[in-house]
């Protein structure tokens, strides 16, 4: 068993082109890629340059299942393909403690959800119903294949994602794509990438509740329009918008949730794997679960 599990690893690393771990010099190389291979990775590193894996190597271990009761939630989209096996476990319809209603969101949500692409993104622009909209250099409203089977969600543009109007393209985004690439997929390549809000949080906090709430409904909607066949949800923020309740990301990986019949899988995200690189290795268990998710669905 300790054999299979450390030639999994391996081969699992080596498939992504995993050597060294790359260690930053310091908080000045944040933002760019100098980098120090320190020592062999025992514990994963989506490294740089890493390559697609020819074929997804098995789990080591089998991913935990958790049974839970369906809750009948209207389904925001009839799912592509039949959900796959396993119990599910389904987001509640509000979030229990979920901020009380604003005036006039249910009639802006059914608005946001009859708008077209074009639409919608040009609505996020102009956006002003929090006050994320207040210091932002423009809205980052997503990117990427507008049929994916994958859609990835993380928490908020950053400071480049605010220049540059498109997100994860800072040292977090960076990294994303080596992750991506140890899929065999690509940013714009059967992915859609989005954020939980459009707007970049002043200093990179972590948004309110009430500015992802706000923000929920482009969300949603750009789901109802990729019509994805899974969800990726990075870090905590993202899966809270996606599954309306408060978890951990430790206690919630490798658990199948769902938003409205659309699988969702949750994982770090890149940038707390970029301070935590001892974890990569988890988020590679993560994505080969969520490959295999994927696959299910597709029976
Ligand atoms: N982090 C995020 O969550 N999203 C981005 O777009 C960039 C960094």
Redo the contacts with the bound molecule.
Sequence with gaps: MVARMSSWRDAALREMGLGPIWHLRGRESEHSLVAEPIRSVAAGGFGIGCTAPPALPPMAEPPVRVSAPQASQPALVPPRVPAGAGARVQAPATAEGAPPPVAGRSERAARIAALDWDALESDIRACQACVLCERRKQA?PGVGDRQANWMLV?????AE?DQRGE??V?Q??RLLDNMLAALGLARGRDVYIA?AVKCRPPHNRTPERSEVAACLPYLDRQIELVQPRLLVA??RPAAQALLDRELAISAARGKRFERRGIPVVVTY?P?YLLRNPQDKAKAWEDLCFARRLMAETAR
């Design positions: 980052v993380g928490e908020g543009p950053g994602e997100p994860f800072g977090a985004g954020n990075l870090g995200h940038a």
